[in-house]
């Protein structure tokens, strides 16, 4: 199986989980409490606050024929682009529109960034930073992928039974209509980065399953007691 067969297979399993997991289904169906659909938006704010920042990251280790397309989706993120709309003050706006008040939104940026602070600090599982630089590629392309897909679905549930006007949801009717192109773009800088990397087939493969061991939207979304459901850990 091609590196991209094999990378979309995976995000493609990863994204049925999600859709398929119980919490995710309760915010779909309006059955979740006004809580649960907080914790969501919270959860969607801290994982993508920090975007620009890994975008950064994959930019300094980009292979010569994907810079300029990593460059341009860091500089769309921070709102450099024509556009000119910073995707975390989108976020920002979210949380807003869904009632946190300034403290609450405060500390929505503070735990994006400790995230990303522990990320950083913790021991790391591969042997060079191209190992690094490939699996963070491999997640972050991952939500692009999900998001081109869900980005829709999850913005109707939001209005529709959290009460979120159009004008709140812009980040994720943004992402649903440019990821399409960032998705394919995506993919197309992993193949690049496994091509110019020189990694093995064998190699690549460990690496995208160490990456994935977990589902990372569920994770990220939903938090670790959502995941241990997940994987049969509680019942």
Known sequence: MSIRALVESEYARQTEALTSNEAFQMLETGKADTKAYNV???????????????????????????????KHNMLEELGLDEEGIPHPKLLIKLAQHAGFNECEVKTLEVLAQDELKRMTSEQILYGSMKEIGLSALLETAS???????????????????????KDGLDWFLHHSEVDIRHAEEQLDSIEEYVKYYQFDQSHFESILELTFRENVFIKRY??????????????
């Open 222 to 235: 939903f938090g670790e007691i959502a995941l241990a459901r997940h994987s049969g850990m509680l019942d």
């Open 40 to 70: 969501f938006i919270a959860n969607v704010c801290k994982t993508h606050l920090r975007s620009p920042q890994i975008l950064a990251f994959l930019y300094s280790v980009a292979p010569p024929a994907s810079t300029e397309d990593v």
């Open 143 to 165: 939500f692009e992928w999900m998001l081109s897909r869900l980005a829709s679905q999850m913005a109707k549930f939001l209005e529709k039974h959290r009460g979120i006007s």
